[in-house]
Nanobody, 128 residues
Framework: QVQLVESGGGLAQAGGSLRLSCAAS????????MGWFRQAPGKEREFVAA????????SYADSVKGRFTISRDNAKNTVYLQMNSLKAEDTAVYYC?????????????????????WGKGTQVTVSS
C-alpha cells in the first residue's frame, strides 16, 4: 500500500503561482510513476503531469505545458507541482496518484486507469 497526502492548495490570483506537494508513505519503493490529475465540478478528472521515479522522465497535458513543472525530492519521498501563470480554468481539486505496476519508458501515463493509488485531493482556486 502507498499512502498519499496532498498539500499546498489555496487561493491565487490569475497570473500568480502555487506549489502543490504530495508526500508518499508506506511502500514507497512501489511508486514507479507519480502523477497529478485535477477535477472541476461536473467535469471528468483530467491528467495534468507525470514523472517516472527512476528516470525523471516527465509528461504534461497540453493545457499546462510551459506553465506547470513536476519535480521530486527523493529524500522526502515527495513530488511537487509548481504552477505558474495560473488561469481561472486551472480551478479544480488536484489529486496526486501513484502507479505501482511495471512501467514502460515511452508511455505518458496520462490516463486515470494507469494509476493504482490516489490521494484525497487539495483545492486550487484561481480568481480572474
Amino acid at each position: 500500500q502507498v499512502q498519499l497526502v496532498e498539500s499546498g492548495g489555496g487561493l491565487a490570483q490569475a497570473g500568480g503561482s502555487l506549489r502543490l506537494s504530495c508526500a508518499a508513505s508506506g511502500r514507497t519503493f512501489s511508486a514507479n510513476v507519480m502523477g497529478w490529475f485535477r477535477q472541476a465540478p461536473g467535469k471528468e478528472r483530467e491528467f495534468v503531469a507525470a514523472m517516472h521515479r527512476s528516470s525523471s522522465r516527465s509528461s504534461y497535458a497540453d493545457s499546462v505545458k510551459g506553465r506547470f513543472t513536476i519535480s521530486r525530492d527523493n529524500a522526502k519521498n515527495t513530488v511537487y507541482l509548481q504552477m505558474n501563470s495560473l488561469k481561472a480554468e486551472d480551478t479544480a481539486v488536484y489529486y496526486c496518484a501513484v502507479r505501482a505496476r511495471a512501467v514502460f519508458p515511452n508511455s505518458a501515463y496520462d490516463r486515470r486507469e494507469a494509476y493504482d493509488y490516489w490521494g484525497k485531493g487539495t483545492q486550487v482556486t484561481v480568481s480572474s
